[in-house]
């Protein structure tokens, strides 16, 4: 009798047709998936395909209040083309001094801080820093180091402007133009909310292939190489440059902090320059 029921039982999974749902109920379940899973069920069948493009699924993995990121003047087929521009197409925002777009995979909001948002160091003094355009920048204007003795970059974001429960990294995005002084000592890299600790790490923005010697205050040292513990810059697609500043995990509990990043080399005493600095990237990082 067991055995007859099991069969019973068995029998009735396998005639289970998932396309006689209701069409709400099947918008529903794809809505709480994935943008990735969504398009994988819009090949299930007709009616999947049907939920999987309706604006309630896609509606459903845009960030909430993302209409206020997105200028009126910009218009839409539908929400599946906006989310697909959004992925690709990052948007100036704040009057051009951010940069705002989705990561693809989860739909996770990221952003980039022009250099006019920074805060740095000397940046008002033409001898040291300039204001520049240049082809393939993101940003109208980008930040042209000079020459400095005195590096430090910080930049700082409203945590309740980014998607809860996610997992950030922040990097420098920069491009090399004659640059020099940076191989002496690394730049020092914190990431963390405002007023606790925060991930620390060091990078080299100009890499050594050999190890030299400099005179120092009429002292001769021999500086370090960089170890396994400082990193060097990788390149991006968009042919810039980027360094990992630090990580950070929002857990969504927090609304009225901020988040801060910060590049800094003061205890040299070089003088060093020659960099183009593109602004800093918060970006979301979601699992493989």
Avoid at 102 to 119: A, H, T, W, Y
Avoid at 182 to 205: A, H, I
Avoid at 229 to 237: F, H, S, Y
Wanted: glycine share 6%.
């Amino acid at each position: 009798m067991k055995t007859e029921v099991s069969g019973m039982e068995e029998r009735n999974v396998r005639a289970l047709d998932l396309t006689a749902l209701p069409p709400d109920c099947v918008t529903l379940i794809i809505s709480l998936t994935s943008p990735r899973d969504a398009c994988r069920l819009s090949l299930v069948s007709t009616a999947f395909n049907s939920a999987a493009e309706s604006d309630a699924v896609w509606e459903s993995f845009l960030p909430s209040q993302y209409q206020e990121l997105i200028p009126s003047s910009l218009s839409f087929s539908s929400k599946k083309q906006l989310y697909v521009s959004l992925c690709k197409n990052p948007l100036l925002i704040e009057a051009g001094r951010k940069s705002f777009w989705l990561e693809r995979v989860g739909g996770k909001k990221c952003f980039m801080l022009s250099p006019r948002d920074l805060s740095i160091i000397w940046s008002d003094t033409p001898d040291y820093w300039r204001w520049v355009s240049i082809p393939g920048a993101r940003f109208d204007e980008v930040a042209e180091l000079l020459s400095v003795c005195w590096f430090e970059i910080r930049g700082r974001i409203s945590i309740s402007m980014l998607s809860p429960m996610t997992h950030y990294k922040a990097y420098l995005v920069f491009q090399p133009n004659k640059v020099y002084g940076f191989d002496y000592f690394p730049v020092n890299l914190s990431v963390g909310v405002v007023g606790t600790e925060g991930s620390k790490r060091s990078v080299y923005l100009q890499p050594r292939k050999e190890r030299r010697r400099r005179l120092y205050w009429r002292i001769r040292e021999e500086q370090p190489t960089p170890g396994d513990d400082v990193q060097l810059p990788k390149a991006r697609v968009d042919k810039w440059l980027e360094v990992e500043m630090g990580e950070f995990f929002n857990e969504g509990c927090v609304d009225d902090g901020e988040l801060e990043m910060s590049a800094v080399e003061i205890e040299g005493g070089n003088w060093k320059g020659g960099l183009i600095v593109q602004g800093i990237e918060i970006r979301a990082i979601t699992p493989n």
